[in-house]
């Protein structure tokens, strides 16, 4: 089995063997404190394989920062590479959402993919930070007693 492509982003499905994505090439997310939590990223990985992989195959994600620390619970889960007997090529999808990451540092963090307890591929990104949102308008003072606009 091999690793076709690979990528994070803001959002992404599968339909019919294809990858609708938006917001590709997650490459930095910013915070202006921490811990910060970010609502959600995307790892989207597609895999040629052989009628020797075909079977079912245990997954693991695990998204961590340069100390280790993980940023959500490891996603687990199975999937079955199926083959068709007149199948020319055979690929598999992974769209797989990874919410609510708490992020603890910033700098480079990971998302690791294992099939079968390898790793197979591993994206990065990096955590800046950025400037707070500036502060709302004051609001403008009361119309006097009985007044409006002139």
Do not use: K, W
Not at 31 to 36: D, G, K, R, V, Y
């Amino acid at each position: 089995m091999r690793v076709d492509f690979a990528f994070l982003c803001d959002a992404a499905a599968e339909s019919n063997g294809r990858i609708h994505a938006l917001g590709i090439g997650l490459e930095q997310i910013g915070a202006h404190s921490l811990p910060a939590v970010h609502p959600r990223a995307v790892a989207v990985i597609r895999f040629a394989f052989s009628r020797d992989d075909a079977g079912a195959r245990e997954f693991s994600v695990r998204v961590r920062d340069a100390d280790g620390r993980e940023a959500i619970e490891p996603v687990r889960g199975e999937m079955t590479l199926t083959v068709a007997d007149d199948a020319a090529q055979m690929r598999a999808n992974m769209v797989i959402e990874l919410q609510q990451l708490t992020l603890r540092a910033y700098g480079p963090h990971e998302v690791q993919v294992r099939i079968d307890g390898d790793e197979v591929v591993a994206l990065r990104f990096e955590v800046v930070q950025v400037a707070p949102p500036p502060a709302p308008p004051p609001a403008p003072p009361p119309y006097p007693q009985g007044g409006g606009p002139a």
